[in-house]
């Protein structure tokens, strides 16, 4: 009877991880897709809240950038992201607190007017912090791009 209870005990405990975990993952596929739309929309709203403070991002010609920086790019005239796709992602939780985004994506840019297509791959790093998931870290890579 007590090895039924504790089957019993353990079932029930990793179902409810299991609920969490998925909500978790759930939680940051979706500010991975809400910080790639804000990108054409240059929504500096939306980046606040998604990069935390602290957050540094290897750009894809090997620049440190920080949320600022970020921000900077955001709204600069000379680069604008006309869109962009996600062609593949996968979310892996590797701690309760931390979460991990790996994503291909295809885009449009206009760089000074000329329009641009190309395609990266990407890797974020999300932590939950007071309870609530923001990105630390990011590292990019350029794939292709066609003028």
């Not at 291909?104 to 760089?111: C, D, G, N």
């Not at 990266?120 to 932590?127: A, E, F, L």
Request: glycine fraction near 6%; proline fraction near 2%.
């Amino acid at each position: 009877m007590k090895e039924v209870l504790v089957f019993g005990s353990l079932v029930i405990f990793f179902s409810f991880t299991s609920v969490g975990q998925s909500q978790d993952i759930q939680t940051i596929k979706q500010l991975n897709q809400d910080w790639l739309n804000a990108l054409p929309k240059r929504d500096s709203s939306t980046l606040i809240k998604i990069l935390a403070d602290d957050f540094i991002m290897i750009g894809a010609n090997g620049s440190s950038q920080t949320k600022k920086d970020n921000l900077m790019n955001l709204m600069s005239p000379s680069v604008e992201t006309k869109s962009v796709g996600i062609d593949s992602v996968k979310v892996r939780l590797l701690t309760p607190d931390v979460g991990i985004v790996t994503a291909w994506t295809s885009f449009l840019l206009s760089i000074n007017g000329r329009e641009m297509n190309g395609k990266n791959c990407y890797q974020d790093i999300y932590m939950k912090r007071k309870n609530k998931w923001v990105a630390v870290s990011a590292h990019v890579t350029l794939l292709d791009m066609h003028y």
